[in-house]
């Protein structure tokens, strides 16, 4: 199971402790769990438009090849304005709804006041269900308070949500996993019962 922790900005530092922390948090629980750490700062990302996959940049099929190949998401993102900003928009843009579907996304934001958190449960949410997504019920969202000033989580309740959301888009994997087995096990067992 590869998990893909995404920082969805090319600005500070904030969303991408808290993505590092949580892919951080998971290792020490699931070590059998494979992490990766995306940071869009890292690459120069071209706009969608609609061009096949092939056609775009190296640093943009990168992203894409990353995206689509991981089993589950741990998205983060700062709230800039009440909103994402236009860089993961685009990635999802990018990205085919397919390579989405029925696989396990969870969220971590932050933002300058306490009220953005509702940008996860107005936009990121509906995005996800858009793509047939697994929502983590749990997300997480930090603003300055929870920082000190080397851009260090103190909050210890910061922290929980942290452990708590680590522990469900693992668990909500495994599960679907197990489901997904199941169901093809099922599957044959009726085939053969038919062959009969």
Known sequence: ??????SGTIIGAKTGIL??????????????VET??????????????G???????????SIIEKVSNADFYLIGTPI??????????????????????????????NGGT??????IENQLKPIAGFFRAFVAPSYVYANHEHFNEN???VDPDLLERISRLAEEIVEMQKALKSDQAISIKEQLLIKEEIGR
């Not at 990766?36 to 438009?49: A, G, K, N, V």
């Open 1 to 6: 199971m590869k998990l893909l922790g995404i």
């Open 51 to 61: 061009r096949p996959p092939s056609a775009y940049s190296e640093d943009t099929r």
């Open 114 to 119: 306490y009220q953005h958190y509702l940008v």
């Open 80 to 109: 800039f304005q009440g909103s994402i900003p236009g860089v993961l928009k685009n990635v999802f843009d990018l990205i085919h709804p397919r390579d989405f579907r029925n696989k396990v996304m969870g969220f971590v934001a």
């Open 19 to 32: 993505v590092k922390k949580v892919l951080e948090t998971v290792k020490l629980s699931y070590p059998e």
């Open 36 to 49: 990766e750490y995306l940071d869009l700062m890292d690459y120069t990302i071209q706009f969608c438009d």
């Open 151 to 153: 851009n260090e989580i």
